[in-house]
Each structure stands twice: as C-alpha cells, then as structure tokens.
Antibody, heavy 119, light 107 residues
Framework: EVTLVQSGAEVKKPGESLKISCQAS????????IGWVRQTPGQGLEWMGI????????HYSPSFQGRVTMSVDKSIGAAYLQWSSLEASDTAMYYCARREYFNTPLDPWGQGTLVTVSS | DIPMTQSPSSLSASVGDSVTITCRASQSVDRWLAWYQQRPGKAPKLLIY???SLHTGVPSRFSGSRSGTDFTLTIRSLQPDDFATYYC?????????FGPGTRLEIK
C-alpha cells in the first residue's frame, strides 16, 4: 500500500526556522513526484510546489518561491518542506501528496502537518 | 497561473438528491482536471482525474464531464458520506491551481 506519513504538529515563533517531513512507503520513492499543498484555517487549498526525487527537479508556485524550500532524502524515502524564517501568515495545515507523471493528479495525500506560528 | 473558479461556493441538498458542481478554468487546461473530496479534519481524497476517469474505489455515483473550459462534477443519489467540500484542480501547467471549493451541506 502506498502511504505518506507526515511529521507532527509544530508550534513556532515568528522568525524561527522549521523543517517538516513526509515519509513515503510502498512504492519506488525516487520515480514519483512529491507535491506540497497549503490550507490556511478555514480556507481552500493552495498548490505550493512539486519535486522529482530522482532528478531533484523542482517547480515552485510563484506565490511560494523564495519563501519555502523543498528537498528529499532518497536514501530513506522522505520529502521535506522548510522555512528559514517563519511568519504568522505561515500558520496553516501542510499536506504532501504524490504525483505519478505530467498531467496526473495528486494521490495519495499525507495526513497533514499543522504549523502554528505565534509570538 | 491559471485561476480556477467554482460554483456554487456552497449548496444544501438531501440524502438521495443529485447535485452538480461547476469548475471553470481561465484558459484551456485540455482534459487535465481533477476533483477532490475533503471531509472536515481530513486530507483531500482524489475522486476523478482527467475530467471523467473515476479513481479506484470511488462509487459510480460520481461522474465528471467537460465542455471547453467548463467542467462539472455530478453526484447522484447523495449519501451521508458525500457531505463534504469538493475542490477542482487543473493539472495542465504549473502551478497546478485549485478552485476555491464547494461546500456541500445536508439540508
């Protein structure tokens, strides 16, 4: 079974750094894209970016370019999303999800990581 | 970016009813449109991809269609589990933008 398990909820202060993880299992991690989606409280879904582990290719949404960094560790089948300096507006639920190839949807999704940024 | 719109933003229906949700792309996305269902407190789940292909395990009560840049999700014979929020997403070009969502509530 293909599963994505995300790291637990985080509470951080503005200006702090953070790295959340997405652990994949049940498939060949390197050959499938991993995407990240943000959902702010009570709001809709925002596509942040996507990464291809085998070639380390990344595509960021312009809205998130420069604000977050996606990375992977192919040796353990994990994807990461990190911030160098959090802002209160980064408070949201973050989901990772797998994509097979171009034009295909995101499936499956991780359970989500809630990030709260508050002073 | 390819902005996506959805209508209605919310609707009320009863168990057994049929409903249709519309998603419009601001430019052509070909047939690369997916629908997701999100229940409160849960991650989204894929329902339909490539306009009308049903994801594995999704009941046949769900169907999708397209007319140009307009896409529809139809749910026939609503069941209690179907009351959730539905999002469309284009997968034609980066960034893969989502629609704002349609909240389906029980009447």
């Amino acid at each position: 079974e293909v599963t994505l398990v995300q790291s637990g909820a985080e509470v951080k202060k503005p200006g702090e750094s953070l790295k959340i993880s997405c652990q994949a299992s049940g498939y060949g991690f390197a050959n499938y894209w991993i995407g990240w989606v943000r959902q702010t409280p009570g709001q809709g879904l925002e596509w942040m970016g996507i990464m291809y582990p085998a070639g380390s290719t990344t595509h960021y949404s312009p809205s998130f370019q420069g604000r977050v960094t996606m990375s992977v560790d192919k040796s353990i089948g994990a994807a990461y999303l990190q911030w160098s300096s959090l802002e209160a507006s980064d408070t949201a639920m973050y989901y990772c999800a797998r994509r097979e190839y171009f034009n295909t949807p995101l499936d499956p999704w991780g359970q989500g990581t809630l990030v709260t940024v508050s002073s | 970016d390819i902005p996506m719109t959805q209508s209605p933003s919310s609707l009320s229906a009863s168990v057994g009813d049929s409903v249709t949700i519309t998603c419009r792309a601001s430019q052509s996305v070909d047939r690369w449109l997916a629908w997701y269902q999100q229940r409160p407190g849960k991650a989204p789940k894929l329902l339909i991809y490539a306009t009308s292909s049903l994801h594995t395990g999704v009941p046949s009560r769900f169907s999708g269609s397209r007319s140009g840049t307009d896409f529809t999700l139809t749910i026939r014979s609503l069941q209690p589990d179907d009351f959730a929020t539905y999002y469309c997403q284009q997968a034609n070009g980066f960034p893969y933008t989502f629609g704002p969502g349609t909240r389906l509530e029980i009447k």
